[in-house]
């Protein structure tokens, strides 16, 4: 007898869009890292395709299926059409309004299972929300939180069964932060001196990310290692009023805005410390990319950075808008050549056993694999 020949499993994500951010990398990485033998991804967007998908590999569908402004009813059954059509087995929602959608078109469509990822909520959902994502979730076979906390807030404020909710950490793909860059070439470029110490933080200039806090910390740093410089890696609405700070503090010899960059190992190899300062986080990306360049990180007590970073170990954990905390935490690390390496080192180490991407991939793929 010859052995069944089955086809790939059709996975289809859907998502707001692949606009640049950590959600967004995730989804890219785990659609092209899916083992093609058993899966065949695909995505759909309902408000903007994004950049990213220029990243997804060849092999993948994308689909620009437009929802209208507000609350769009007939959404649902526009979505379940697509998944008739292209006769999806799985539909993985990522994020609250997906969550919302993807559930009701995977029941109209039949779809074989459903799986909803919790990444993080920048507000608290009101009681409106929080009753309907408790309905939403006895129609739902698995929801993915990616951070301990995240399932600790669906179980105590939106009632969810903990039986259906599993942890499956991000991860990211470390092997282009060991490439060995020239620190020299890179500081030249950026005009900066090759005595300085190099703070860096990769983020959207956005308020959730604090980047005022960061600044007047940085005032105080200054003052006492005046050849220090922050690297500000990432745009967004902010940045003329964050530049116009940074004329106000004088602190324009301290403080460069990079925008958003392609080279983010290579720019993260020239830090002395990582800093994420935010008021809200899920499991930032940018937090496992400086831990497998191995470099030491000051970061918030927000979302699921605890559980990443081990306070005084591989980084020091600080109190969420505390511009003193900060800067404290970063002057330490500034004096302390042998802390920073000893954290660098642990750092890494902590991601190669916890936050590979492989890691992540794996996961995943054992949610699927009843239906592959």
């Not at 890292?33 to 899966?39: A, Y």
Request: charged letters at 25%; glycine letters at 6%; one cysteine or more.
């Amino acid at each position: 007898m010859t052995a069944e020949v089955r086809n790939p499993c059709k996975v289809l994500h859907l998502v707001q869009g692949l606009d640049v951010g950590g959600l967004e990398y995730m989804v890219v990485a785990l659609v092209n890292q899916l083992n093609r033998k058993k899966f065949l991804p695909s995505v759909c967007c309902f408000d903007t395709l994004g950049e990213l998908h220029n990243n997804l590999l060849n092999d993948t569908k994308t689909t620009l299926l437009k929802r209208k402004p507000g609350i769009d009813l007939f959404y649902p059954f526009k979505l379940a059409a697509l998944l008739k059509k292209d006769k999806i087995d799985i539909i993985h929602l990522h994020n609250s309004t997906a969550f919302f959608y993807g559930v009701l078109a995977g029941k109209i469509a039949g779809v074989g299972r459903i799986i909803y990822t919790e990444h993080a909520r920048d507000v608290a959902p009101n009681i409106k929300v929080r009753i309907m994502d408790k309905i939403l979730s006895y129609l739902t076979d698995r929801i993915v939180v990616v951070a301990e906390f995240l399932k600790l807030n669906l179980v105590h404020k939106e009632w969810i069964d903990p039986k259906i909710i599993t942890t499956i950490y991000n991860g990211i793909d470390g092997e282009p932060f060991t490439t060995e860059f020239d620190r020299q070439e890179i500081t030249r470029e950026l005009n900066i001196s090759a005595a300085a110490k190099i703070i860096g933080i990769v983020a959207r200039l956005d308020p959730i990310k604090n980047h005022r806090c960061l600044i007047k910390a940085m005032k105080k740093v200054s003052a006492l290692y005046p050849n220090v410089v922050l690297i500000v890696i990432g745009d967004g609405t902010l940045r003329q009023e964050l530049e116009e700070l940074v004329s106000e503090e004088q602190l324009q010899n301290n403080i460069l805005f990079l925008g958003t960059r392609n080279d983010i190992p290579r720019l993260l190899s020239v830090l002395d410390i990582f800093v994420l300062c935010s008021l809200s986080e899920g499991l930032p990306l940018t937090i496992l990319e400086a831990m497998a360049a191995g470099k030491p990180i000051v970061a918030t007590s927000v979302g699921g950075i605890p559980e990443i970073i081990q306070d005084n170990t591989d980084g020091i954990i600080i109190r969420s808008d505390d511009s003193d905390e900060l800067a404290a935490a970063i002057s330490e690390l500034i004096r302390d050549k042998k802390k920073r390496h000893d954290m660098g080192v642990k750092a890494r180490m902590k991601f190669e056993e916890r936050f590979t991407v492989r890691s992540m991939v794996q996961s995943y793929e054992k949610l699927y694999e009843p239906l592959a």
